[in-house]
């Protein structure tokens, strides 16, 4: 059995990415389980390799033209092979275990769909803090309750970047949302839609804060760009849940 771990990469990204193979290495599987790597390099370039290890086959490099950091997840979720999809960023890191416990979960409960895991955020000056917004209790996210809270609050209560996810929804929802930001929360209210969820309590993902990353982009909190954004994941999420004969949001 596989777990793939998809990462995304351009430009900066790739002085991160020695980091984040260290902390992919370190993880410990269960019996019968091994990981694969599928780093796509978004746009020409990018030359990942150069910053990781040319003897280790788990590590599948993968380019395609420049779509942003949604589209390159979903393309090296095109190339992956394993039954549960994991996403890491090239500038974060796994803590210790989290795959383990991503698996442990899944394997407990197969009517559940994926799983998210508590976050620290990497300060630029080297020290950690918990992620800005209150974790749920651990254990089921019951199906629609991630939509409910971000319709409160236009964001959402569990961190996108730790998902795991089984292979089958993934595909159903085509991958992530094309969007130059925030296509990890479509992702998750889509998945949200279709199953339920599953916090996990442990912290699993170190969440690097810079000034290259997307989120601190001017444009990534409010504005024309915000509002489209904001209306099609609403849109989105509520087509499915329609469609699964749930009643749209009214929030």
């Known amino acids: 059995m ?3 771990v998809v990462t995304p990469v351009h430009g900066e990204g790739t002085a991160f990415l020695p980091d984040a193979y260290a902390s992919l290495n370190a993880q410990t599987l269960p019996d019968g389980w091994s990981w ?5 390099e978004d746009g020409p370039g990018v030359d990942a390799a150069a ?7 788990r590590i599948r490099i993968g380019a395609s033209r420049r779509g942003g950091p949604h589209v390159a997840r979903t393309m090296a979720f095109a190339r992956s092979s394993g039954q549960l999809v994991k996403t890491l960023d090239s500038d974060d890191q ?3 275990g989290a795959l383990a416990r991503d698996i442990s979960v899944l394997e407990a409960h197969p009517a559940v769909g994926w799983t998210t895991s508590r976050v620290l955020d990497l300060l630029p000056d080297g020290s950690t803090q918990s992620f800005e917004h209150s974790d749920p209790e651990p254990g089921l996210l019951p199906q629609g309750s991630a939509f409910d809270f971000w319709t409160r609050h236009h964001r959402p209560r569990i961190h996108p970047a730790t998902l795991c996810v089984r292979r089958s929804l993934l595909a159903l929802l085509g991958g992530w949302m094309a969007l130059p930001a925030s296509g990890d929360t479509g992702l998750l209210l889509g ?7 599953w916090f996990i309590g442990d912290t699993g993902l170190v969440y690097r804060k810079h000034d290259g990353q997307i989120t601190a982009h001017p444009d990534h909190r409010d504005g024309p ?6 209306s099609l ?8 849940r329609a469609a699964l004969g749930e009643r749209p949001g009214k929030h």
């Open 2 to 4: 596989i777990i793939s």
């Open 36 to 40: 694969e790597w599928c780093v796509q």
């Open 51 to 57: 910053h990781l290890p040319a003897d280790d086959p």
């Open 94 to 96: 796994l803590t210790p």
């Open 191 to 197: 998945l949200d839609a279709l199953a339920d969820g």
């Open 225 to 230: 760009e915000w509002e489209a954004r904001m």
């Open 233 to 240: 994941i609403r849109e989105h999420a509520e087509a499915l």
